[in-house]
């Protein structure tokens, strides 16, 4: 029992101390320990660290029975001696073999749940960095969405001057179009008036030329 004891204690030692370090030898230790902790392997340990537990128990109570009995007979005998030694060793490395037991069971849990963070922030660093090169990439997107609204800003401007220059060359060409247009009108209102006169003037001159060959009669008959 002893000697089971001791090889279990020299064995839970030497995976706390693969534990501890980071070498090749813990990845082996951290398989044997998840496989140990699958199916009905939780069950069994549970089951033998119970049982380690009783036998603790059992242990120092049966070497507080021989202290009792040895202080009823006044001192121990070679035999209560021998035999309490033995329940106090068997006692003390069954504890320091749950101890060690909870520390290698500890150790594992701990070091996964920091492989699991460290496994996260790695995601978490991908995903900032993807999400930084998304960010530049929209960064130079925006960039060239503005020189585009700049240029069509200025090809808006131009054509905005273009028809501000159209619309100051229509008004001036409908103003001398107007122009034109009371220009002719009048040279119209001229052209009526010549005509009236030249009636005018005709009318004169038949009278006269009427005048003219009455006297001519006149003088001849």
């Not at 199916?39 to 202290?67: C, D, E, F, Q």
């Not at 993807?130 to 808006?156: D, P, W």
């Not at 619309?167 to 247009?181: C, G, I, P, W, Y």
Request: a positive charge; glycine letters at 4%.
């Amino acid at each position: 029992m002893i000697q089971l004891l001791f090889a279990l204690l020299a064995a839970e030692a030497a995976l706390a101390l693969a534990l501890l370090f980071r070498t090749p030898v813990r990845r082996l230790a951290l398989l044997a320990i998840d496989r140990a902790k699958r199916g009905r392997g939780p069950v069994m340990a549970k089951t033998v660290a119970g049982t380690m537990l009783l036998v603790l128990v059992s242990a120092g109570y049966s070497v507080a029975k021989i202290h009792r009995r040895a202080g009823e007979l006044g001192q121990l005998t070679p035999t209560d001696q021998v035999l309490a030694s033995r329940h106090l060793l068997e006692a003390s490395l069954m504890g320091y073999s749950l101890f060690l037991g909870l520390i290698v069971d500890r150790l594992h849990h701990y070091i996964r749940e920091l492989r699991t963070m460290t496994k996260n922030m790695e995601d978490v660093t991908k995903q900032s960095r993807t999400l930084e090169e998304a960010t530049l990439g929209s960064t130079k997107e925006i960039q060239g969405y503005q020189k585009e609204v700049a240029s069509l800003k200025e090809q808006v401007q131009e054509l905005q001057n273009q028809s501000q220059e159209k619309t100051e060359r229509l008004k001036t060409a409908e103003a001398n179009s107007v122009a034109l247009q009371k220009q002719s009108e009048g040279l119209l209102l001229e052209y009526d008036r010549l005509i009236a006169e030249n009636r005018d003037l005709r009318d004169q001159l038949q009278s006269i030329d009427i005048r003219l060959s009455h006297s001519d009669r006149k003088k001849n008959s």
